[in-house]
């Protein structure tokens, strides 16, 4: 199918750059973001993928250069970008049941009470069939496992029909099997209903057969493209500017030698790696 | 005094068709104040703000007894103060650790304030006991149009911030991804709280303001967790308290908020026990499929096997 290259990128960023005082975080960053697209932002602990999102969301200035979504300038709350946050409990006894958390995304920004309660409902109880979560929807979410309440942050960002999902870190602290379930929903809505997807993570390989496109962002430099062409020893020795050594086993990627020591280590394949050494 | 003549000086239904028309205002007054802390206070259990009403009460009462001794109107005092300590705390504390310990300053600092307003004042004692205490108040009808008055615009405006509130009380990070104005709306809040507590000190009291706009909420969260029903339990407990409260007290010459306090404290006991009664038997909603359930058993004696 031709995508067209005619139609205007879902995201576009020019010559933008981000720092914190006197600490550049990334500069001079052109990239356009199409629909249908998998977009992955990986790097180290601090390197900005947070704040790259934030500037998506609106909730962070660009110190330099612009960005545009669906065309305009970035506006706060806008209604053509879903946001999946990282996993973070309930408290157990939070006056909330999953199918009120995904009502908060459906109709949750607007003034006044609700009053079509029934076309509320029903939306919310599409969602979360489209999820699998619909066995759950009356339980308090504070007693949903992380995983099952991932699903709902799936459905809740799925509310409004996003053309843009914005991901932080949405796997994280899931076990394998949520892991897979909320990453093949978050490519469905991708590669089937057409969204484009910007996926933060520090750790490729539970989304390496969906991703489209990198960015790999590191000691405030950057590089863009495929997985092939920027998961490499050459790119991410220049971009560590230390000796950092890529190796591909299984269709997983393995990231060995890194100066950051939080990042990549609970990966099994590499523990096996460290003991070969 | 035996027990005989005390449980007749708390419990007194003697002349009780007379009294009840005298207090006709008073009665309507706690149903109004009931519906206002049953809606208010499960936003207070959300956003867990039930220190912070504590405190507005303080300086409230502070208010309240200035007013007393200058001889101004004394709900105008109670809301000066108590809106004036809403507003510093929805301005200063982020933080629900910042909140607190802000809190627990001013809260004695309102308290030492209104205790010197008392001691200087010259007036009726009864007066006085009645700030800290609550009393059936003779609500005329003037006061009793203020009062309703203020509640309808009180919950007018929770009505039309009720969704975004809602979203920001328990979800506020994803609230502010979605543009909501999670600060904007935490300073309203704490204004129509502030008003609230002003309201409620009249009938019970600044030390016991708490069974009004905590105890009723908090009781209704033990029994469900649908929004829906946690607001309408909490209004109807709070109602019960007030009004079934002033019911009760009208022919002893007690104030009335013990009596408001010991049922609010019954409904929310009651609750409690309902609630650990339901965790018990594990009803949290969940529906278990036998097939899955079956087919999981299954697995796990093929992995066995």
Known sequence: MDRGIFLTPVVSLRGAGLQFGQRALWKDLDVDIQAGEFFAVLGPNGSGKTSFLKVLLGLQQLHSGTVTVAGHPVERGSRKIGYIP???????????RARDLVSLGVDGHRWGLRIKAKAVNERVDALLDLVGASDYARVPVGQLSGGEQQ????????????????????????????????????????????????????????????????????????????PEEVMTTEVLSELYNSRVEVIRANGRIVVVGLPDATTHYHDDAHAGVEEGH | MDLGSILHTIFNFENYGELLALVQNSVLAGAVLGLLGGLIGTFVMKRDLAFAVH?????????????????????????????????????????????????????????????????????????????????????????????AGTAVVVMLALAAIWRPLSFASVDPEMAEA????????????????????????QIVGALLVLALLITPAAAALRVTTSPRLVVLLSVVFAITATVGGILLALGSRIPISPYVTTLSFLIYVVCRIIGNVRANRGINGRIVRPGAAMGQAAEDQAVAG
């Open chain 1, 86 to 96: 990282q996993q973070k409990s309930f408290a157990p006894d939070t006056p909330l």
């Open chain 1, 151 to 226: 699903r709902l942050r799936v459905a809740q960002a799925l509310a409004a029909e996003p053309e843009l999902l914005l991901c932080d870190e949405p796997l994280l602290s899931l076990d394998l099997h949520h892991q897979q379930a909320v990453s093949s929903l978050i490519n469905r809505q991708c590669h089937e209903r057409n969204s484009a997807v910007v996926f933060v993570t520090h750790e490729i390989n539970p989304v390496i057969d969906y991703v489209d496109r990198v960015l790999y962002l590191a000691g405030g430099r950057f590089r863009v493209g495929t």
């Open chain 2, 55 to 147: 405190g507005i009460s303080e300086l409230s009462f502070a208010g309240a007894s200035f007013a007393l001794l200058i001889g101004a109107d004394i709900i105008f005092g109670s809301l000066a103060g108590s809106v004036a300590a809403a507003l510093l705390l929805g301005l200063m504390g982020v933080r629900a650790r910042d909140k607190n310990s802000i809190i627990g300053v001013i809260m004695p600092f309102g308290l030492g304030l209104g205790i010197l307003f008392l001691a200087l004042y010259q007036g009726r004692a009864a007066n006085k006991f009645g700030l800290l205490t609550g009393q059936i108040v003779s609500v005329d009808t003037v006061q009793l149009q203020v009062l």
């Open chain 2, 178 to 201: 979605r543009g909501v104005p999670v600060r904007g709306l935490a300073i309203a809040f704490m204004v129509l709280l502030g008003v609230s507590v002003a309201l409620s000190i």
